[in-house]
């Protein structure tokens, strides 16, 4: 929840209690005001004294657009109210209030609020059943057995032109936040354009095309919106819930299904985007802006975008490189990407002609995209408007300033967290990063601490359990999702440390062995007699092996040493000793049995 999201809701409150208690007409009531704001306040927040027409200008805005939603939802809310003293009640349908937020953009407080000023409650058990059931349908697309696929082919294209009634899509409003009043321009189903829904069966997915929208359309590598399309309050009930959002040929498409009523052609709707899932993209847009000017500042200018995602749960960028991207590098890239969020600067755009626009230095645009004339503009830190005064200035280089149709955050600050969760390569000369902000990197950073723990954990284990603990970690490890700097480091260390365990264990099981072999040996010196001890160590690939010859079975040319010599010669390795007693460490443990072998012929022969 940003500082944002909690100066809107006490601007809305403020907004209705002007309206309700001082019977003020909302629309620019705070931005008149807004002087002795600046004159009491300005000390300690200078930074409104620097731009307070801007100051007055976002009041307004917010204002004028809370107007509209007040006046909605008050009338929504009364309905409510009505329906439930109808039934003898005093608590209100958890579904309804949420249907004022989900639907009509009407605060969540502001509802109790309003509810407790007439002595009712909220059944918030209703509430959070619905809320749950409207972010589960808006993360995981349309229900079961919807089907998607509503794509305009160039007929149907040709049909919305030649119909004067239909306009291209006036879609500016997607850069502001909130809803829209609309008008239903076209209804399209499989091939046809109905005038109504009347006869497009329950659950099934067709489009709306509406005369202006706040929804974002899917382009430029970001994702889509989703939200519901709902009839204004004079004109009755329904919800049309919107799954996807493309446009095609500047006709946007708003696809999806219906929940509950009837539309029509020309009716006046509100569209609202589902703000959850906008917030997260926003996030990720600008932070991938961020990772291009890092990628630039680190790796040189040679650096071209190649293609990018930009979703609600993480950002993935492709850029021509030649090289993987080492470590320190990757590190190098995050701290840049984490000094700019923690600088929180304003993020700007502006629309410039494209010719202008292109003169602008480390200007970033993606290699062979072709753009509109006007173009928009996307800046950090630096004003558009300051630096088309300056076109050719080289201080813009010390920004990242791109050619921009995305939606973003107002401020870096905004994106919160930024983590790089991997890199890898696509084809040749071509490299791809994946991040992601936000809850999603404290879940991935969360994730790395429970690894770090299992790793201690590990540490702490003893025998077959500690070393069963290191596969299963080392295993887990590789396909955890996890920040990629701390996956590396995370990885090196375990490997390290088993290594070091597995050399330990080794050795312990060397000695063991040797005392082993020691003791078999002197076994055979004490009843005089010939002994040749094998043992073989699969996992480390070594036999080791000794033999004990009495001085009774010694002969000319035959002892300990030339025995465990000739045993050599079959397993590899080295042998010496004594004419009575030898040991020698062989490699080819596959032929332990020719060895055994072997020594049985060799004292068979000397014994002759």
Known sequence: MGRGYVLRRILRRGARYARKKLDVQIGSFFSSISPVLLEQMGDFFPEIRRSPEEVKKLLDEEEASFARTLDRGEKLFDGYVARTRERGGNVLDGKDVWRLYDTYGFPVDLTRLMAEELGLTVDEEAFAAAQAHSRKASKGGPKAGVKEAVKLDVHDIGALESNPEVAITNDSFKFSTGSVSATIKAIYHEKTFPS????????????????????????????????????????GEAKFEVTNCQSFKGYVVHIGHLEEGELNVGDEVIATFDPDRRRPIKSNHTATHILNYALRDVLGDHIDQRGSLVAPTKLRFDFSHKAQVTLPE???????????????????????????????????????????????????????????????????????????????????????????????????????????????????????????????????????????GYKALTVALNQADIPALLKADLRDRVATKRKEWESEMRARESAVTKAALQSILSQGKTLGKPVYVFSVDEEAGKVLHGNYLPQSANSSGFDARSWAASVSEVIGGKAGGKPDTAQGVGTEVSKVAEAVKVAEEIFAKSAQ
């Open 196 to 235: 109504s829904t009347s006869n497009i069966p329950a659950g099934t997915s067709f489009g709306l095309i509406l005369d202006q929208t706040c929804f974002y359309a899917e382009a430029g590598g970001q994702e889509y919106d989703t939200g519901s399309i709902a009839l204004d309050v004079k004109d």
């Open 330 to 468: 990757l590190q190098n890239i995050e701290k840049i990407c984490l000094e700019w969020i923690q600088k929180d600067v304003p993020v700007f755009s502006k629309e410039l002609d494209l010719k202008s626009a292109r003169l602008i230095p480390g200007l970033r645009a993606v290699f062979g995209e072709t753009y509109p004339d006007p173009v928009r503009v996307v800046t950090l830190e630096y004003d558009v408007e300051e630096i088309s005064k300056d076109l050719e200035n080289p201080k813009w280089r010390k920004t990242s300033v791109e050619f921009c149709g995305g939606t973003h955050v107002a401020k870096t600050g905004d994106i919160k967290e930024f983590t790089i969760m991997e890199e890898s390569g696509i084809a040749k000369g071509i490299r791809r990063l994946i991040a992601v902000t936000g809850t999603e990197a404290r879940e991935a950073v969360k994730t790395a601490e429970l690894f770090e723990s299992r790793f201690s954990a590990v540490q702490a284990m003893t025998g077959r359990e500690k070393e069963e």
